[in-house]
């Protein structure tokens, strides 16, 4: 429905434990546009300093300006 978020730290951790491949995880923390608050950029990236230290192979987001660019 949301077209992906963040997972939880805690999926994360069990599917680095369970992974046979590296894999990179999406840091969206809703569903709808890609335009976000100042809020939502810094919560983004601490979802990405804590993927970081759990060790994932990279992340994938998308942002938007107002303007649509």
Same mark, same amino acid.
């Given at each position: ?44 990236? @601490?979802?990405?300093? =804590? ?5 994932? @192979?990279?992340? =994938?987001?998308?942002?938007?300006? @107002?303007?649509?660019?």
């Amino acid at each position: 429905v949301e077209g992906g978020i963040t997972p939880s730290f805690g999926t994360v951790r069990t599917a680095l434990e369970l992974a046979t491949i590296p894999f990179h995880v999406i840091v969206r923390p809703r569903g709808g546009d890609f335009l976000y608050s100042d809020a939502e950029y810094g919560s983004m990236l @601490a979802d990405v300093r =804590v993927l970081r230290e759990l060790g994932v @192979a990279g992340v =994938v987001v998308g942002c938007l300006n @107002a303007d649509g660019t």
